[in-house]
């Protein structure tokens, strides 16, 4: 490269900087900094006038480093690149100078001090912009080819929500049938209809898909690549299959916890909700005087969540035990009556009206079993009670698969520590995973009614469709650089990684870390971690770091 | 040759509506993503922290908010809105009025200097009018576009033909007076509502004293109070004395889970109130919380741990019981009368402020969007969906996601909005 020469643009912001800072003398401060050729203050940098004078002065004055003095890289970097480019100017050659968000907005009392630390930040802007170096971004195909795992109705939507839209699915379950929890299940609230339908309706319609293949009685057995190219292995039975995809959606569902040894849970006398659908489903329930008690193995110190559906299940079979025995007693002992929405208050409602007996516990003063009756104290009434039984039914709650952890593993995705999978974002990205290309939804994420399970999984197909339309992926310039001599294949640095875009693998020269750029954010944590220097990060190079910092411990002229 | 997807249309500019709208500009299908008000943001804008994380909300959704605007796909329509939809699924024409901002939206750079010059005051919506702004304004801080808007109803030349002092002060000349309302048609090929919800006003329970009482505020007047970009700086004083607030109620179920008001369960208001109490501690740590609940609904990830942090960690305590009255005393204490129920007498006591968590209602004028595109809504006047089909309204080719079909937290709201993004983009691919 030849000569450096540096522009700097310091900008007023009307009064947000202008009016708390020595703006021009900052600008002629800038000029009097090394390599700097050019600067000058504006009114407003971003306006047309100021970005089409930054396009000017790189044209007329050579320039081939800009740094901008102003409000903040969060929302005016990507404009300030761009016109660097416009003007034929490697983007990353651009560095920002917060002078605003960090400066003139919190020493807003004191404007002598204010503009000696905007000075202090604009060299250091120099001297870091005096070691930028040019990058360019790459891109990567998808195959355009969706992987779900599980083939419950969280899977089943995915699957052929995604085929309807043209990509080949995958759909891969478990058990002998597609179905997942529903198959266990008798009617649906809140419209009492019956699952099977909802079941058969959509196997009907994924068996009928030409986009899509079922594998059955499969599991996942080793999952290789990135965002766009994995490899994934599929146990089927004896025979394995290697399957090339784009994206993975988790859609393994989650089962409801056997309440061994609580409350004499005996499966016969003592049984879950499940059992208690089986009995009605297949007409014989026999029984008529009925507890159902709630947060059993839930909200508890081993179990602190809870469940979300327990309550509208009970809701719901109670009222399904009083259909097919009007003169059965229900009993329903809760601690808080979870019935969220529009739909649910009223279906209370209904349930009580039915002639349910509702009695609020709490968990200190938890039901006892006992020979002909469980004992509880009504909190409400104040008073301890003796209800008799024929049947007593515990509502227990979900709980992750046995081998929840296993696949996250293969998929190198992270649970929550009820073994639940954990999404990138609680907020925000509910259904991504950090790892680009792994999405996420139903029962797998958290316990959820068919409903919610539904609607996320539409969500995780149009997440997962989203690299598969465009056919390609960009990747991060911003990515770290192993330098293969000092590289020790340690492997720090793959197990720093939150994004699985960093491993190592045998070459030539021994054991070395590559980096897999499409899967990499640039993040830095490798970098920070490599205890032999050997990653280097592009655009945060110690040399650029070092250079800030000495910047900033020079005294002012 | 393959035709081209027809655009999508969203309606509504929160969270929900802008989630839909990125999913489907990143799928490389058109999108046109309509604002009734001058930025897009919606409630989520207005909220300080976000539950169970705790983070801060405008900080999280403004990337969000600049991703859409700089969108290739994503063409924005703020002070604007749907009037006529006619045609089908895959072959929508729509009508939209576009209002006129008085101000040039590709010109002004949100300089502030007409605003510090405008003479006019009036209360800020967005600020649940706990502040006074000018006539010409920022609909907030971090809005997006980050433009000002000449507010018709108020501004003196608009209203009264005087003034026109911001236009002088406009050292870029992007005041537009002559801006007219115009009328635009797209043709779409899907439609997703996403209009969120309205709060419940709870001066129709007058035993709660709001509007009365000064120190008695509702939930997201509190979201303003306590936010650093709000009236007062994040500073939480009682609207009367401006002294700080230290012992704090917060009555849940207000205008919910009530048979004369709206039957249905809210579902995010055990959760706000857990976090507003929590952020009151947080702010200064004398401050001491009553959450007054019927039932406590923490069923989604992570909340029953919240609850119990809250407890354990922000001084909160959670009393199980329907406040009665809320009385005032000689120095403006709210006083907050309920039933002990075990003895059946009265309590009461004796707070610094009483925060009302107001029910999530239908956005008014959601029965006219309704019939405009042709779809039902349920009793309640929230967009009518089937369980099992959860994201389609009545109408094929019109989806819905968000608080205008039911009262739903962030995450599941942004799941929904993808999902929609998903049944719409189904529809125009096909």
């Not at chain 2, 304004?137 to 433009?147: D, F, S, T």
Request: glycine share 6%.
């Amino acid at each position: 490269m030849n000569e450096v020469r540096v522009g700097v643009f310091v900008c007023h912001c009307g009064t947000n900087i202008g009016g708390f800072l020595d703006v021009p003398g900052l600008a002629k401060y800038a000029l009097s900094l090394s390599n700097v050729v050019f600067a000058k203050d504006n009114q407003y940098t971003c306006s047309e006038a100021g970005l089409t004078e930054i396009k000017n002065a790189i044209d007329e004055k050579k320039l081939n480093r800009v740094v901008v003095a102003s409000c903040t890289p969060r929302t005016h970097e990507p404009l300030f690149r761009s016109t660097c480019k416009d003007a034929g100017l490697n983007p990353y050659l651009f560095q920002f100078a917060n002078i605003r968000d960090q400066c003139s907005w919190v020493h807003m009392q004191d404007r002598d001090r204010a503009t000696e630390k905007a000075k202090a930040l604009i060299r250091m802007g120099v001297a870091r912009a005096v070691l930028l170096e040019p990058l360019e971004e790459t891109e990567v195909e998808v195959n355009p080819c969706a992987l779900v795992i599980g083939g419950g109705i969280t899977g089943m939507t995915c699957a052929l929500s995604l085929a309807n839209r043209g990509f080949e699915v995958k759909l891969i379950e478990n058990e002998d049938r597609l179905g997942g929890t529903l198959n266990s299940l008798y009617k649906l609230y809140p419209t009492h209809e019956e699952a099977s339908r909802l079941v058969q309706e959509k196997t009907k319609e994924v068996e009928k898909n030409p986009k899509i293949e079922v594998l059955t009685s499969s599991e996942v057995k080793e999952v290789e690549g990135f965002v766009g190219n994995y490899d994934v292995t599929v146990r089927q039975g004896e025979k394995e299959r290697l399957f090339k995809v784009g994206v993975i959606i988790v859609a393994t569902g989650a089962e409801t916890l056997k309440p061994v040894g609580m409350y004499g849970y005996d499966g016969k006398t003592f049984v879950t909700q499940l059992e208690l659908e089986r009995m009605l489903k297949e007409r014989r329930l026999n029984a008529d005087t009925v507890v159902i008690i709630q947060c059993v193995g839930s909200r508890n110190e081993k179990r602190a969540y809870c469940s979300k559906v327990c309550c509208l299940t009970a809701l719901k079979n109670a009222m399904l035990i009083k259909e097919a025995n009007p003169n059965a007693q229900v009993f329903v002992l809760y601690r808080d009556m979870v019935t969220q929405g529009t739909k649910y208050e009223d279906y209370y409602g209904k349930a009580r009206e039915t002639g349910i007996t509702f009695i609020k516990y709490s968990p200190e003063r938890q039901p006892v079993v006992e020979n002909k009756s469980v004992r509880i104290y009504d909190e409400l009434l104040g008073e301890e009670l003796s209800l008799p039984y024929d049947l007593v039914v515990l509502s227990t709650p979900m709980v992750a698969h046995n081998d929840s952890t296993d696949l996250a593993q293969k998929l190198k995705v992270p649970v929550d520590e009820n073994g639940f999978f954990l999404e990138a974002h609680v907020k925000l990205r509910p259904v991504d995973f950090a790892t680009d290309g792994i999405y996420v939804c139903g029962c797998a994420h958290w316990p959820a009614n068919v409903s919610e399970s539904i609607s996320q999984a539409y969500g995780a197909a149009s997440r997962a469709s989203i690299p598969m339309s465009v056919g390609h992926v960009k990747t991060e310039p911003l990515i770290p650089v192993v330098d293969e001599d000092e590289c020790s294949g340690c492997g720090l640095c793959e197990l720093t990684c939150p994004f699985k875009a960093i491993q190592v693998e045998e070459t030539e020269k021994g054991r070395k870390a590559k980096v897999i750029a499409a899967s990499c954010k640039g993040c830095g944590a490798c970098g920070a971690g490599c205890p032999q220097r050997a990653i280097t990060m592009r655009h945060f190079t110690n040399e650029q770091l070092v250079a800030q910092v000495i910047a900033l411990a020079e005294v002012t002229p | 040759m393959v035709e081209k997807p027809k655009a999508v249309l969203v309606i509504g500019g929160g969270i929900a509506g802008i989630q839909a709208a990125l999913d489907l500009g990143d799928m490389g299908i058109k999108v046109h993503l309509v604002e009734r008000e001058p930025s897009i943001g919606g409630r989520m804008a207005q909220l300080d922290k976000t539950f169970p994380t705790n983070d801060c909300s405008i900080c999280i959704l403004s990337p969000k908010l600049a991703d859409c605007f700089r969108h290739p796909n994503i063409t924005l329509h703020t002070i604007s809105e749907v009037k006529n939809v006619t045609g089908q699924i895959r072959d929508f024409s729509v009508k939209l009025r576009k209002y006129a901002r008085f101000v040039k939206e590709n010109e002004c750079i949100n300089c502030g200097e007409c605003a510090a010059k405008c003479p006019v005051k009036v209360p800020d919506e967005f600020d649940m009018r706990l502040r006074k702004r000018e006539a010409i304004y920022p609909y907030y801080l971090q809005g997006v576009p980050a433009v000002m808007t000449i507010d018709r109803e108020n501004c003196l030349y608009l209203t009264r033909g005087v003034c026109r002092i911001c236009e002088k002060f406009c050292t870029i000349n992007a005041i537009d007076f002559e801006q007219k309302d115009t009328d635009a048609t797209l043709h779409v090929g899907a439609i997703i509502v996403a209009t969120g919800f309205d709060p419940f006003d709870p001066s129709g329970i007058p035993q709660y004293g709001y509007k009365r009482y000064r120190n008695v505020i509702t939930s997201l007047e509190y979201e303003r109070l306590i936010c650093a970009s709000g009236p007062t700086g994040g500073h939480l004083t009682r609207p009367s004395d401006k002294k700080p607030a230290e012992t704090i109620a917060f009555i849940q179920c207000v205008g919910s889970r009530d048979l004369k008001n709206n039957r249905y369960c809210s579902s995010v208001c055990c959760m706000h109130a857990t976090k507003e109490a929590m952020l009151a501690y947080e702010h200064d740590p004398k401050v001491k919380s009553y959450i007054f609940y019927m039932d406590l609904r923490a069923a989604g990830k992570g909340f029953q741990k919240y609850v119990a942090r809250g407890e354990q960690e922000y001084n909160i305590s959670y009393i199980r019981n329907r406040v009665a009255k809320i009385t005032e005393d000689r120095n403006e204490n709210p006083i907050v009368w309920y039933e002990e129920p075990q003895s059946s007498k009265t309590e009461k006591m004796t707070m610094d402020l009483a925060v009302l968590a107001t029910s999530l209602m239908p956005r008014k004028g959601v029965e006219e969007l309704a019939k405009v595109l042709g779809v039902e809504l349920d009793e309640y006047n929230f967009f009518k969906t089937d369980p099992f089909n959860p994201l389609d309204t009545t109408k094929s080719g019109i989806f819905v996601c968000g608080c205008c079909r039911e009262p739903t937290d962030i995450p599941e709201s942004v799941a929904q909005a993808s999902g929609a993004a998903e049944r719409a983009a189904e529809a125009v691919m096909r």
